[in-house]
């Protein structure tokens, strides 16, 4: 799903706090920000009714955190929050934008008036100045499985810039969440993955006997290729909540006002799942997370509003879930436990791309305990 990546926003997190990787500004622009210079991709987000609902009712419902206050909103896209900021009662809000939707943006501020007090700055947020430091820093920051595309770099560096001392975040918190599933496309994958290596054996074949050609000694490397490929790549997913088959563990919680690039570079995480259905199969595990709008602290939201993208029936978002299956799946049945140890890195090739290691154990509740297995997952 390359074109169904999400994110009305810019900035790029290129080295902002330790450990962070320095990306190439002409590169990154060209991998990932032009994506968000497109209205139909804008278009996409703001169809996302879970994700619309929940920025709306944060800042309407929450209006005292907005009221003549300053507010930094980081990757505007098309400038809503930043809108939606001023018609709460915000004083002046900086809408940054990285691309030239930027021009757009203020065509839309224009549109609603709102010139006077909404600022469209193009740039990426780690290198444009604002005149004076903010209440308030909002953002739609979230990528697939939380931290895919790496802008809360940008948004930490925002925070850590430009926030007053008892200023808030939106969001305020956010969580990466993990379970067992079941899914037939496990087995789909497999039979694609056979599929392009019956495919090549007959090519060696055929060039070998047509040209004398012998490319046998790179069944290795694309059988390497081709694995990556169809068996972990993880997937998109909108799950159904009958696929969910054991309890959900939280794998990383983040508190926006205090979370340090470092302190996100790399998940780790160790968890207990119980398996909660009778005679099933474990095809894999879905991750998704939520975020919530708490305010802080010294200065809490009136009214507590989550955006979560778990699996549902009606309100799926354009997030979806990351799906990461395994090849046999294993028989399971309600009582099984799954040790499961976790760790999600940044691709040394991109940043803003994942990979992970699942380590799992299964402990039947007849107390017979599975040797454990390991994969590696790409979040592409």
Same mark, same amino acid.
């Given at each position: 799903m390359g074109s169904h990546q999400k994110g009305e926003h810019g900035g790029s997190s290129n080295g902002s706090g330790g450990g962070a990787v320095v990306v190439d500004k002409g590169v990154d622009f060209a991998q990932? %920000?032009?994506t968000y210079a497109f209205l139909y991709h804008q278009k996409e987000m703001l169809s996302d009714r879970v994700r619309m609902d929940a920025y709306f009712n944060a800042i309407f419902e929450n209006k005292h955190h %907005? *009221? @003549?206050k300053t507010v930094l909103d980081v990757g505007t896209g098309s400038g809503i929050l930043a809108i939606w900021s001023a018609q709460a009662g915000a004083r002046k809000v900086y809408?940054? #934008?990285a691309t030239k939707m930027s021009e757009h943006a203020r065509t839309i501020v224009k549109a609603h008036n709102l010139q006077d007090v909404v600022e469209v700055l193009e740039g990426s947020v780690e290198d444009v100045t604002l005149p004076e430091k903010v209440d308030v820093i909002i953002s739609e920051w979230m990528g697939y499985f939380l931290l895919r595309e790496s802008m809360f770099d940008s948004v930490i560096c925002a925070r850590d810039r430009w926030l007053k001392p008892g200023g808030v975040m939106y969001p305020s918190h956010a969580r990466m969440w993990m379970a067992p599933i079941?899914? @037939?496309? @496990?087995?789909q994958k497999k039979s694609d993955y056979d599929g392009a290596m019956d495919d090549w054996s007959a090519f060696l074949e055929d060039t070998k006997e047509h040209y004398g050609f012998d490319m046998s000694v790179l069944t290795k490397p694309f059988s390497e290729e081709q694995r990556k490929y169809y068996l972990q790549t993880s997937l998109w997913q909108n799950l159904h909540p009958h696929q969910v088959i054991g309890t959900a563990a939280i794998i990383k919680e983040i508190d926006c006002l205090t979370a340090t690039v470092n302190d996100i570079l790399k998940v780790t995480s160790n968890s207990i799942s119980s398996i909660t259905l009778e005679n099933t199969r474990l095809s894999g595990f879905g991750g998704w997370f939520d975020v919530h709008f708490r305010g802080s602290k010294v200065n809490p939201a +009136? +009214? #507590?509003i989550e955006l979560t993208t778990a699996p549902s029936i009606n309100n799926g978002t354009h997030w979806g879930q990351q799906v990461f299956l395994l090849h046999p799946h294993i028989d399971i049945s309600e009582g099984d436990d799954l040790s499961l140890s976790f760790t999600m890195n940044r691709?040394? #090739? *991109?940043?803003r791309l994942m990979e992970v290691e699942l380590e799992c154990e299964v402990k039947r509740s007849s107390g017979k305990q599975l040797p454990p297995f390991r994969n590696k997952f790409y979040i592409e």
């Open positions: 990932y %920000f032009c %907005f *009221n @003549g809408a940054v #934008e079941r899914s @037939g496309l @496990g087995d +009136q +009214q #507590e691709s040394k #090739e *991109n940043h």
